[in-house]
């Protein structure tokens, strides 16, 4: 994969990897999702404005909804998310409308989502976008790989995942979008043997920062200019 183009956009995005997190595979589901809905309100009580974040399942994206409605109502911050794969334009609509919202995105809001020229300011990615190896075509995919004696993760589940992350980002190369925060809620993105692959794809002007959550945090405010 190539790095994100970005000859067009100098923006100097800081991208941050907590690499305290509990990890998916660590916890239940209600944990970790309780966890993913605690990180969202403290990011974005420190950023605000107009937030997207991409999620992995429905499944997830329903529970993390439903622990941000209280916030988001305390708040006064719009709540969207994306429930079905017909519902993309509808939703970009109003979140375009909107100065303040948070918006919950799966299906193709990770291939390019479009704001509309409208300018994002955080991004959050709450798990690295590895395939779901449990459905059909994933079990065939094994199958044949493994007939060829090849290892289905190393040779594509992660290229598979690499690809769906540099589409998530990819807005982020685009003129009209200001400088952001970008969040990577996965230590696997900080730790793991193939960390150092994620980091590969980021915009070469961004600045990665890997520490704490509660450090990432106090990190300096980035503030948009108009």
């Known amino acids: 994969l190539t790095v994100i183009d970005t000859e067009k956009n100098n923006s100097n995005h800081h991208i941050f990897i907590p690499n305290d997190l509990v990890a998916v595979n660590s916890s239940s589901s209600q944990q970790y999702?309780?966890?993913?809905?605690?990180?969202?309100?403290?990011?974005?009580?420190?950023?605000?404005?107009?937030?997207?974040?991409?999620?992995?399942?429905?499944?997830?994206?329903?529970?993390?909804?439903?622990?941000?409605?209280?916030?988001?109502?305390?708040?006064?911050?719009?709540?969207?998310?994306?429930?079905?794969?017909?519902?993309?334009?509808?939703?970009?609509?109003r979140f375009q409308d909107r100065n303040e919202a948070i918006l919950l995105g799966v299906y193709s809001f990770w291939e390019g989502f479009d704001s509309g020229g409208v300018s994002i300011d955080s991004l959050v990615i709450t798990k690295l976008p590895f395939p779901n190896p449990v459905t059909t075509h994933q079990q065939i995919v094994q199958l044949e790989m493994k007939e060829q004696n090849r290892s289905y993760f190393a040779h594509y589940s992660i290229k598979m995942m690499l690809l769906q992350l540099y589409q998530g980002l990819g807005r982020f190369s685009r003129p009209t979008q200001k400088n952001a925060e970008i969040w990577i809620l996965d230590v696997r993105a900080s730790i793991s043997k193939y960390s150092e692959k994620v980091k590969n794809i980021f915009p070469e002007s961004a600045i990665v920062?890997?520490?704490?959550?509660?450090?990432?945090?106090?990190?300096?405010?980035?503030?948009?200019k108009d």
């Open 33 to 93: 999702h309780a966890q993913i809905a605690s990180c969202i309100e403290q990011i974005y009580e420190r950023k605000g404005g107009r937030m997207l974040v991409l999620m992995h399942s429905v499944e997830a994206l329903l529970a993390v909804e439903s622990l941000l409605e209280e916030f988001c109502h305390a708040h006064q911050v719009d709540l969207l998310a994306q429930k079905g794969p017909q519902m993309g334009r509808r939703i970009q609509r």
């Open 209 to 224: 920062i890997e520490k704490t959550f509660k450090k990432c945090l106090n990190s300096a405010h980035i503030k948009n």
